[in-house]
């Protein structure tokens, strides 16, 4: 009986490989697999040279040559996301070097990019609540307007997936003032000192609060 089973088992084994020879599975799947890490090398490549771009483009003191440094930094990044269109830090890379440029919408819609699936998934929480941070400093950054109340969401969110991030404290408790939130505003600047001790503009903050109460 058992040898019966077994002799079944090897002739259905048999008869699926010659199925898939026949079809050239095996070399067919062998080759995507090539493929895809040629392609994720690649774009891994291309975002190497855009963030090398981007770093000259923020040190340069030159207002020319930081914005042709941030357009060739997006032009990696395109590359990058044409490679791997699931890869939300190629996304990010293409945001930052589009709002040198001064692009902002441009560069608030490749950040809504990269945090929306399936892109985000790529990211930890640490960098999904710095790029939330960043999405709110460029909502603060083009209207204060409409917005306020969009990048404090992103901004509570900010916080929490990344509780080091002085800078969204700060901009958070910029956030409590314009809603007239005095108390918030207070603690979000108190928390960010806590982080960063020698930050001047939660120290400046928390004396303007201080001034306004009296």
Same mark, same amino acid.
């Given at each position: ?15 699926? %490989? ?28 291309? %975002? ?27 032009? =990696? ?55 939330? %941070? ?18 404090? =969401? ?22 409590? =003032?314009?809603?007239?939130?005095? =108390? ?31």
């Amino acid at each position: 009986m058992w040898t019966d089973i077994l002799l079944q088992a090897g002739l259905i084994l048999v008869t699926v %490989f010659m199925f898939l020879a026949m079809h050239d599975i095996p070399q067919k799947l062998l080759n995507k697999l090539r493929y895809r890490n040629r392609a994720d090398l690649q774009a891994k490549r291309h %975002f190497v040279i855009g963030a090398q771009y981007l770093a000259q483009a923020r040190s340069s003191k030159s207002r020319s040559s930081s914005a042709t440094l941030a357009k060739q930094a997006e032009s =990696e990044a395109d590359k990058a996301v044409s490679l791997d269109p699931k890869d939300a830090a190629a996304y990010i890379l293409r945001s930052i070097a589009l709002d040198i440029q001064g692009f902002k919408t441009s560069a608030l819609d490749s950040l809504d990019i990269a945090l929306s699936n399936p892109a985000v998934k790529t990211l930890s929480e640490t960098e999904k609540g710095d790029a939330l %941070f960043k999405r709110a400093e460029l909502k603060m950054s083009m209207s204060r307007r409409g917005r306020v109340d969009s990048a404090m =969401e992103d901004l509570s969110d900010a916080v929490k997936m990344s509780p080091e991030n002085a800078k969204a404290f700060c901009l958070l408790g910029e956030c409590y =003032e314009i809603k007239k939130l005095s =108390e918030e505003a207070k603690m979000a600047f108190e928390a960010a000192l806590k982080i960063d001790s020698n930050s001047a503009a939660a120290k400046a903050a928390l004396d303007r609060i201080g001034s306004s109460s009296k």
